[in-house]
């Protein structure tokens, strides 16, 4: 990675602070004193405790909720690393835009903005197709042969999720997902998890869309073929420079996320990852500046086996657990109405005083 | 029990018949063809085509949702068993009535009508008060002395769930959520776990509302000698008669759950089961007739022990996992939108074909 783009990433980065921990405190304070045994809310009571944190201020605002989906394509596919055609990315965008796909039923039913972003999708769109055209090259190069991306190219990618994240600040958006969609991006991502946790590319390595033993068995040797000719001879995370990972065995979409959860981080705006392929760009965002992980939440926990590798790296717990393993952030807009729940209980229960409720015998 | 109480129970019992398989495997092959990989929904999927199995149509109504929180009190509280003193559920009615409680919070936001439902509080309100009065006798007699109930009480109580599910289905409501406040209701619902699963005591016993190492060994000792008291010399579950469990050990609102929920399957509608107490009142009406399980949902798993041993027993995969341990519906209510979400997707997602994606590769 050249200079420029390197100081660029390390200047917002540096900017991420943490969220307060005083404004935690007062939260968890005021938790205590609501008509409920203490901390019988469980983990809605570290969400809202958190988002508190984030916020700096009591829940006077309500919820301003987007979801982005970044699209992009990946050059592995040639190598028969996924179920489904690499042409389906396309398709699945105008399914997005038709408002078609589970994504568009989640985000609707739970009241959440859809953005649908091309950041590296390898068609051309229509000018009328209502989406936000960030197109930095038409899928990332074949990382069997080369890296996946230029300097150039990765920054320009990363850039996309920086601006988006500042713009949804300046529109008072307060709780963003990031999805995604990308025939062949599990492949990207098992490479990733595997460099960045210093884990063998097996355990990592899951079905995608849906392979196969055989062919799972094939990706897994694709990727453990691309992870020794780019990272051959070092050992162990240290030594690795996450935006140099990222470049060489990641993709244009995950590039973006790693970006917009830079951005919100930077902003004080609360992100909730998805699944395997957003919590990769989470974790890369992570191993910049580990200050990110407290503005995320970690809608779902996947079906992928490298997901929860990754969220015990970044130390996430996830809120959801069904067994889900489709992405466009479908797990975190459906985490929402959670988070939604826990912030509408932190500002609108009853106090024990106020109610006239007896408090717990001493 | 009397023989009359018996034949009711069991003709409501008897009126239960299974989900439609038919109408379950029409929802799995709709699922198939929406525009993402094949079961990429996980548990969602399941929820889905476990509502149409019951509804035995497809999704063309909205949901119409409802929550009823039972209130009673418990004749065991005397004896020390709670970290509140027994006057709160009283106290936590009246938050009810006020809008004050975490349960009022959370329906209003999913758009839950809320029914407060008087079966057994050990006060008098007032008529002014806007809550379902149906109180069979100011709390339980204490079970370390006697049954807890007399046949004509528990058969009452029964009814009083009967009578509310088969008014909810004629006002046309088709997603029931059970809930509970009655401060010692965890001694109850263990003792009753103990007896049912043939588990100790030990296993099935937790710190209720709060209740620190000393106070919990109190509560276990006297739950043992409640135990040994009504049931010495039982050994296993074939010999236990479930209804005979719940009058000499249960409590009000758990039987008028219990009827709920028989009452609910009985007419075809769906039930979410919250945390421990409602789920022990899952629990027997699943050990008088296995066919309920069909249309029971359990909205989460609590933290109190008793509650995994009891979902496992009756065969129900918790939709959330939040260490929550609050009652009230909380957990039953949060889990709505899952459902809600669930259903919504297989109405509303394209098909491969509407679509124009293509299907995975052979």
Same mark, same amino acid.
């Given at each position: 990675m050249n200079t420029a783009s390197r100081s660029a990433v390390s200047e917002i980065a540096s900017a991420i602070g943490s969220p307060s921990e005083l404004w935690r405190v007062r939260a968890r304070a005021h938790l205590d004193v609501l008509t409920k045994p203490l901390g019988s809310l469980g983990m809605l009571e570290d969400i809202s405790a958190q988002m508190v944190s984030i916020r700096q201020e009591e829940f006077a605002e309500p919820l301003r909720k987007a979801v982005y989906v970044f699209a992009a394509d990946h050059g592995i596919t040639s190598e028969g690393v996924s179920a489904y055609p690499s042409e389906v990315t396309r398709q699945m965008v105008l399914n997005f835009l038709a408002q078609g796909a589970a994504i568009n039923v989640l985000a $609707?039913?739970?009241?959440? %903005? /859809? =953005?649908? +972003?091309?950041? *590296? +999708?390898?068609?051309?769109?229509?000018?009328?197709? @209502?989406?936000?055209?960030? $197109?930095? &090259? &038409? *899928?990332? @190069? =074949? /990382?069997? &042969? %080369?890296?996946?991306?230029?300097?150039? %190219?990765?920054?320009?990618?990363i850039e996309v999720g920086l601006k988006l994240a500042v713009e949804a600040k300046s529109q008072g958006k307060n709780l963003l997902a990031v999805g995604e969609m990308g025939i062949g991006n599990t492949t990207a991502s098992s490479a990733i998890t595997s460099i960045l946790t210093d884990k063998p590319v097996a355990l990592v390595t899951g079905i995608g869309a849906g392979l196969d033993a055989a062919a799972q068995a094939h990706k897994r040797r694709i990727i453990e073929t691309v992870v020794r000719k780019h990272f051959a001879g070092l050992g162990g995370i240290s030594v690795v420079d996450p935006l140099e990972v990222l470049r060489c065995v990641g993709g244009l979409e995950i590039a973006a996320m790693t970006g917009m959860i830079l951005g919100a981080a930077g902003n004080g705006i609360a992100v909730v990852a998805d699944g395997f392929i957003s919590t990769t760009a989470a974790a890369i965002a992570f191993a910049i500046e580990p200050r990110v992980r407290g503005y995320l939440f970690a809608g779902h926990q996947s079906e992928e086996p490298g997901h929860r590798v990754l969220l015990e790296y970044i130390g996430l717990k996830p809120i959801l657990t069904l067994n889900m393993r489709l992405g466009e952030g479908t797990g975190a807009v459906l985490a929402m109405p959670i988070i939604e729940s826990a912030m509408h209980l932190y500002n609108e229960m009853a106090t024990f005083t106020s109610a006239g409720v007896s408090e717990a015998k001493k």
């Open positions: $609707k039913l739970h009241h959440v %903005e /859809m =953005n649908v +972003v091309d950041v *590296g +999708v390898d068609a051309d769109f229509d000018a009328a197709d @209502r989406m936000l055209n960030y $197109k930095v &090259r &038409r *899928g990332t @190069r =074949n /990382m069997l &042969r %080369e890296a996946a991306m230029s300097d150039a %190219e990765l920054t320009q990618a």
